[in-house]
């Protein structure tokens, strides 16, 4: 997934646990900041309707924040977003009506100063919470601060009290930055730390030579597909592969050839064994394992006879060296089950590669010792009298 879009999802998941809290708090905080002073009595209308808005605010706002783990995220997260970012500028648009209310309203001067205080800690908490989003918090903070330094400078406040205020947008703004700065880093840094752990992954279930899967792998994958089918109750197949007379290659024409021959029989496998839950693997020197999920083992046989056919057919060529290679095949497949092992499918598997090898090299046999469907019973493949 794309470094973008993964910010986003963990800007959202950060976002709504940072302000999960602060949506309680805020029902909590309305009623000390108004029911228990004089105002309530003064304007019971007012404050009443406000208060209910904010807490039927607060009710949606923790009602989406439960749908980040609901498929409807995934499904619609760009809607998801404006839901709950344009909730949250609800709140900050009741926060804002109340404080201007009554900081405007002579009748309650006696707690224009707590609503300041109050306006304040809203501002210090919103720098944290709300960080995950950077420029949101830019306008959260704007939709507060702005229409209090108004009313302040109408009702012609202190000077300094409005500078005060001022500087304390300024420094919110400046600080929210840097903490935005911080946060984007710190995931980036999570990101590549995560992307270099993948590579390493990669590479440690990667054959070096070849490029598909190696022995670590192939270990680690039969036995979790072993698990897979048992459970589902799926035939598990298995092509073992080997080489024809590769130690003469070697000895022949050396080792760097002999490495291409493994890398051009490499390549042609993985582009035979096409399906995504097939897995390819490089079992050790010049023998392969394919293990193949769901697959019986007429169908397993089929890919194998194909991969034989394939091998014998396409011309390996290096350094100006045009050598016949083949491949011997010996398939086994299992119904996994708990009576039953994995080392059965891969004794199984291993016992019919050594039987194509001695009965004449470049043919495909199964571990009941012949290839379903087949008339002859015994063998499957064309054999090479020079082999």
């Known amino acids: 997934m794309a470094f973008s879009q993964l910010f986003k999802e963990r800007s959202d998941q950060d976002f709504v646990q940072r302000t999960r809290a602060g949506v309680l708090i805020y029902v909590v905080a309305y009623p000390l900041l108004v029911f228990s002073t004089d105002v309530y009595y003064q304007n019971i209308y007012f404050c009443v309707t406000l208060f209910i808005l904010m807490v039927s605010i607060s009710v949606v706002r923790l009602s989406l924040a439960q749908l980040l783990s609901k498929p409807f995220y995934h499904q619609r997260q760009q809607f998801w977003r404006y839901l709950i970012l344009g909730f949250a500028l609800s709140h900050a648009i009741c926060w804002s009506v109340v404080f201007v209310k009554f900081v405007a309203d002579p009748r309650f001067e006696s707690v224009s100063f707590t609503m300041l205080l109050g306006l304040v800690a809203i501002v210090s908490g919103s720098t944290n919470t709300l960080i995950p989003k950077g420029n949101f918090f830019h306008l959260y903070v704007a939709i507060l601060m702005a229409p209090m330094l108004l009313m302040l400078l109408i009702r012609d406040f202190h000077l300094s009290l409005i500078l005060i205020m001022l500087c304390f947008w300024i420094y919110s703004y400046f600080l929210g930055n840097q903490i935005y700065r911080e946060y984007v880093n710190s995931f980036k840094s999570e990101y590549e730390a995560s992307k270099n752990k993948e590579a390493l992954e990669a ?16 270990n680690e994958s039969v036995e979790q597909q072993w698990r897979v089918c048992m459970r589902n109750r799926y035939p598990l197949s298995l092509i073992m592969m080997d080489v024809d007379h590769f130690k003469r290659i070697n000895d022949t024409h050396g080792h760097i050839l002999g490495d291409d021959c493994l890398v ?18 490089r079992y050790g020197g010049e023998e392969f394992a394919i293990i193949l999920p769901g697959a019986s083992i007429l169908h397993a046989c089929e890919i194998a006879e194909k991969i ?5 057919n396409t011309p390996f060529v290096s350094n100006q060296h045009i050598l016949p290679v083949t491949v011997s095949c010996g398939v086994s497949s299992h119904v996994p089950d708990k009576t ?19 009965t004449g090299r470049n043919r ?12 002859d019973g015994n063998t499957h493949g064309t054999q090479r009298d020079d082999l």
């Open 340 to 358: 039953s092992s994995v080392l059965e499918l891969l004794a199984n598997a291993d016992t019919a590669l050594y039987l194509a090898k001695n």
């Open 364 to 375: 495909v046999e199964s571990h009941n010792n012949h290839y379903p469907g087949m008339d």
């Open 264 to 281: 051009h029989v490499a390549g042609i496998v993985k582009h035979v064994v096409k399906r995504s839950t097939d897995i390819v693997t």
């Open 308 to 312: 034989r056919q394939e091998v014998e």
């Open 203 to 218: 590479l440690s279930k990667t054959d070096s030579l070849t490029g598909i899967f190696n022995r670590h792998h192939f």
